[in-house]
């Protein structure tokens, strides 16, 4: 009999170094290598402007969903593992250009605040190029702490831009 996952959790990516499509593409593709990540479904890519940080390229965007048994924490590791193998600087300055950038948006209903990880990432609310593809493929799902939709989110936001 197969051990079903579980927990779900909901991964932002965005790139603007390099060939941003292939490595959203490459990052998503070394998430899944292994038996303990599957993906679930995986938003459009949109194009935005850089928040924050020096002047750099546009960004390409995207969210998507995913089934795993790794801890938030575990879940982390591998994700900043994939950045390191695609080229990210660590040390480079806050909100700069990189070749991927993979941010985990939320895991299941859970509320959490370690040195390391915040969940639900912090500045989710405030991120139109968080909040769109995550209306695409999760409209409905509920924000732990808001306890509104990621569609509702997302319209407050626009009105306010």
């Known amino acids: ?67 795993t048994e790794l801890s938030p924490k575990q879940l982390l590791s591998l994700l900043k593992d994939i950045e390191k193998r695609l080229g990210r600087n660590f040390n480079s300055v ?7 950038d993979l941010d985990i948006l939320f895991y299941d209903k859970r509320v959490m605040r370690t040195k390391d990880l915040t969940v639900p990432h912090p500045q989710v609310t405030e991120r139109l190029f968080v909040l ?8 409905r799902y509920k924000h732990p702490n808001f306890k509104k939709t990621v569609k509702k989110l997302l319209d407050e936001l626009k009105l306010r831009f």
């Open 1 to 67: 009999m197969k051990r079903e996952c579980c927990h779900k959790a909901y991964i932002g990516i965005g790139s603007n170094l390099g060939r941003r499509k292939l490595n959203i593409q490459t990052a998503l593709s070394l998430l899944t290598r292994e038996n303990t990540v599957k993906l679930l479904k995986t938003s459009s890519f949109y194009e935005t402007k850089p928040v924050g940080g020096p002047k750099q390229p546009g960004f390409l965007n995207a969210a998507a969903i995913v089934r």
């Open 94 to 100: 806050r909100w700069g250009p990189r070749p991927i």
């Open 132 to 139: 769109r593809p995550l209306a695409q493929i999760a409209p």
